[in-house]
């Protein structure tokens, strides 16, 4: 069964058909004809809002069912939905990443991912009737993420299930944090906030091989760390969990765009900025010492920032 819509656009004003136009086309409406597109039943409810805006600016629109006649009909239909060659576009952008990343540098290589990831999850939102293209661009962009970890980073969290339990900051004091080195923003982010709410006194140890960690030491964001992805919580989110510093709007406010940057997802405005500043002093500081001190003024900056109420000292 499958929702049409039988429309016929205002012809004024022209941002009202400018709109309706992209919103058919982001909801991968097949065309059956001029005025009448087709989305599966259980789309109806957004050919439903368009139609109402239709109306409500003078033109006409309709939201019928329509069922096949029979099972050849139903196929004629379903290819309307064939996205193989967006998948085959896509794939080729996903490839000719893969094929540059030795010459890319870590910062244009993780923004470039993200694209690619952002890009097959618009995909797949319309992808109604999904195939063996969806599950091997799955595959593909899985490779990405590792051949990204392994030219950039390796030891890279992949994440844990479970939950992230409650601690004391009190037992936390005075230690040596260990964490993989030339950290990025996961890694920036949480040594600043190890230092400014967890333990203000910690040494910082940086690996280049977390395997080898040294005895006693705290490890963050590398596999078998102490503290690590959980679930689809980047290191930052679950210090934040681990310490009770999960209530504090402004440290929620740098998470998400922290996680933005780590691990993808939903973009938020002051991750291009938060990511453009660090890139910058990666290049300015070679030590990584130097680097989470530069970065520290960046992050109490974000944090200072108007607005939301400021949590006060460490926690309890």
């Known amino acids: 069964m499958f929702a049409i819509l039988i429309v016929t656009l205002p012809t004024q004003p022209s941002a009202v058909r400018l709109r309706i136009w992209r919103s058919l086309k982001a909801l991968g409406c097949a065309a059956l004809r001029d005025g009448a597109y087709l989305l599966p039943l259980e789309q109806a409810g957004a050919l439903e809002e368009l139609a ?6 003078g033109g006409t629109a309709s939201v019928l069912t329509l069922s096949p006649r029979d099972d050849r009909q139903r196929l004629e239909l379903l290819v309307q939905f064939d996205r193989g060659e967006a998948f085959v576009a896509w794939q080729q952008t996903a490839r000719a990443l893969l094929a540059e990343l030795e010459s890319s540098t870590e910062t244009e290589a993780r923004r470039r991912a993200r694209a690619v990831a952002d890009a097959l999850q618009t995909l ?6 999904p195939g063996l293209a969806a599950e ?24 844990i299930p479970g939950d992230v339990p409650r601690l004391d900051a009190v037992k936390f004091q ?3 944090w260990a964490t993989r080195a030339r950290p990025w923003v996961d890694r920036l982010a949480c040594a600043w906030l ?7 006194d910690a040494k910082f140890v940086w690996l280049s091989d977390p395997a080898r960690a040294p005895r006693g030491a705290v490890g963050f964001d590398f596999d078998g760390a102490r503290f690590t ?22 440290l929620l406010s740098i998470a998400t765009a922290v996680h933005y ?22 290049e300015l500081h070679t030590h990584d010492d130097d680097l989470v001190q530069a970065a520290a003024t960046m992050f109490d900056a974000l944090y200072a920032l108007p607005g939301i109420p400021a949590r006060k000292g460490r926690a309890k």
């Open 136 to 159: 091997q661009a799955q595959a593909e962009l899985a490779l990405l993420r590792r051949a990204l970890d392994l030219r950039f980073s390796r030891g890279e969290p992949q994440g």
């Open 52 to 57: 109402a805006e239709v109306q409500q600016h």
């Open 174 to 176: 005075h230690k040596r």
């Open 229 to 250: 992805h959980v679930g689809n919580r980047v290191t930052f989110e679950v210090l934040l969990a681990s310490f009770g510093l999960d209530q504090d709007p402004r």
């Open 261 to 282: 940057l780590d691990a993808g997802g939903i973009p938020v405005p002051q991750a291009a900025g938060l990511e453009a500043v660090l890139a910058g002093l990666r």
């Open 124 to 129: 797949q939102r319309i992808d109604y009737y």
């Open 194 to 200: 190890i230092r400014r709410f967890i333990d203000p």
